[in-house]
Nanobody
Framework: QVQFVESGGGLVQPGQSLRLSCATSGFTLSNYFMGWFRQAPGKEREIVARITWSGGTTYLADSVKGRFTISRENAKNTVYLQMNNLKPEDTAVYYC??????????????WGQGTQVTVSS
């Protein structure tokens, strides 16, 4: 059974940092591209970062370039999202999922519970 368990969110002030983790199980992480998504209240879920199998190449949404970094540790079945210089517009629930190669489409229909990130002064 495929599972994603996101953690590391919280309430922070603008300019601060958070590191999110996504623990995966039920599939071989190293065989998949992975992505981090976020969904703000009243908005559709959007992708913010993607990473290739070994982590050699990453892609970031324009809104987070220069502030967020995606990485992975396949041996630990975990994907990370380092978020620096957080802004109020980053407030959302963050999720991870496996991606079809070269796309932002997810492979697995199941999602984790997500982790809430709130940026507010």
């Amino acid at each position: 059974q495929v599972q994603f368990v996101e953690s590391g969110g919280g309430l922070v002030q603008p300019g601060q940092s958070l590191r999110l983790s996504c623990a995966t199980s039920g599939f071989t992480l190293s065989n998949y591209f992975m992505g981090w998504f976020r969904q703000a209240p009243g908005k559709e879920r959007e992708i913010v970062a993607r990473i290739t199998w070994s982590g050699g190449t990453t892609y970031l949404a324009d809104s987070v370039k220069g502030r967020f970094t995606i990485s992975r540790e396949n041996a630990k079945n975990t994907v990370y999202l380092q978020m620096n210089n957080l802004k109020p517009e980053d407030t959302a629930v963050y999720y991870c999922n496996a991606l079809k190669i070269g796309t932002t489409a997810t492979i697995f229909p199941s999602w984790g519970q997500g982790t809430q990130v709130t940026v507010s002064s």
